[in-house]
């Protein structure tokens, strides 16, 4: 019998997985040191400057968007789930920064040639099928303005499929929280199987997302209207076939 593959992410599972056991364990998977190095990286790579109009796209709790905010960029964060919302404005508010953040699909956005630069990190991209993501990639080049600068942040799928061990497991106080990957090769998409440890509670939440190697990603900017690609390594070095992550920037 064939083998069934899946192509994308339904919204509900979405929804699930990037709920408030996301934000539990959020401060033990990327410490506040992490964050800001990231944030910095971001701001090197977009070449922001204070003032700049920048998109984060999947902005999940918030962590990267107010950080720029505080840099004095203005940011817009936008997000499929209501409870990282509240999560990413409560914090906002904290820190006394103003940014804009809506509820939506990336899928569909409502801007046209507003920012100067437009993001997508932690592996944001590459939930849906092919066409959906290509989508993505348009509707971000469309709220660009002229010149505007996309970045996507993904992991390599060859250093990735060299790993020996497919299970992370992350502690807060006696919390778990275990991931379990796998590859389908027949679809180029990396599964991820969540298991949450909590309260004496079990919970289990399902991710999937796309691999994307740099000519892909090549073809599919410069099919929505980017000019130039450029692939950068882990937060913003060499990119290499060791590399854990690929950082792309399209400029348009």
Not at 87 to 107: F, P, Q, S, T, W
Not at 177 to 197: T, W, Y
Not at 219 to 241: C, H, I, K, N
Request: aromatic share 10%; net charge negative.
């Amino acid at each position: 019998m064939q083998q069934q593959t899946r192509t994308t992410v339904s919204l509900s599972e979405l929804d699930v997985y990037f709920g408030e056991d996301y934000i539990y364990f959020g401060d033990a998977v990327n410490p506040a040191e992490t964050s800001d190095r990231q944030a910095e990286s971001i701001w090197t790579l977009l070449s922001l400057v204070q003032g700049s109009s920048v998109l984060e796209l999947g902005c999940g709790y918030g962590r990267i968007t107010n950080r720029l905010a505080e840099r004095g960029a203005r940011v817009t964060g936008l997000d499929i789930s209501p409870i990282l919302l509240q999560k990413a404005e409560a914090d906002a508010i904290g820190l006394g920064v103003n940014v804009e953040y809506i509820l939506g699909d990336m899928r569909t956005l409502p801007w046209r040639g507003r920012f100067d630069a437009a993001f997508l990190w932690y592996t944001t991209f590459g939930y849906f099928d092919d066409a959906d993501n290509e989508g993505v990639l348009r509707e971000a080049a469309s709220s660009l303005r002229k010149g505007g600068r996309l970045l996507i942040h993904h992991p390599n799928h060859f250093a990735y499929l060299r790993q020996k061990s497919p299970v992370y497991v992350v502690q807060r106080n006696d919390d778990l929280r275990i991931d379990i990957m796998s590859d389908d090769v027949l679809s180029d998409r990396r599964n991820l199987e969540r298991i949450i440890v909590r309260d004496g509670c079990v919970r289990r939440t399902h991710l999937s997302f796309r691999q994307y190697g740099f000519s892909e990603y090549v073809r599919m900017l410069r099919s929505a209207g980017f000019e130039t690609v450029d692939a950068f390594g882990d937060e913003g070095g060499e990119f290499t076939s060791d590399s854990l992550y690929l950082v792309v920037v399209a400029h348009k």
